[in-house]
Nanobody, 128 residues
Framework: QVQLVESGGGLVQAGGSLRLSCAAS????????MGWFRQAPGKEREFVAA????????YYADSVKGRFTISRDNAKNTVYLRMNSLKPEDTAVYYC?????????????????????WGQGTQVTVSS
């Protein structure tokens, strides 16, 4: 059975930092991209960041570019999201996602297949 387990969420003041982790078990996702999405209250789930199998390609939403960094350790089947300079508008439930493909259209990353798997989510709250 496939499982994605997120950790690292919490409450932080504006300007602070957090690192989210997502540990995958049940199968290897090394051939596809993994990433993060988020959903704020009353809003649709949105793409945040993703990383290719080898880690050579990373993709970010415009709203987090320059502040968030995604990385992965395939030996541990784990993907990380380092979030710096957090803003109140970053408050959301953050979901790990796996088994997806991404294309860049002009400068915008587009999810073309998947994600096939989702984690249960971890709450990130940024106070002003």
């Amino acid at each position: 059975q496939v499982q994605l387990v997120e950790s690292g969420g919490g409450l932080v003041q504006a300007g602070g930092s957090l690192r989210l982790s997502c540990a995958a078990s049940g199968r290897t996702f090394s051939s596809k991209a993994m990433g993060w999405f988020r959903q704020a209250p009353g809003k649709e789930r949105e793409f945040v960041a993703a990383i290719s199998w080898g880690g050579g390609n990373t993709y970010y939403a415009d709203s987090v570019k320059g502040r968030f960094t995604i990385s992965r350790d395939n030996a541990k089947n784990t993907v990380y999201l380092r979030m710096n300079s957090l803003k109140p508008e970053d408050t959301a439930v953050y979901y790990c996602a796996a088994d997806m493909t991404i294309e860049v259209v002009t400068t915008t990353p587009i999810i073309t297949t998947g994600p096939s798997y989702w984690g249960q989510g971890t709450q990130v709250t940024v106070s002003s």
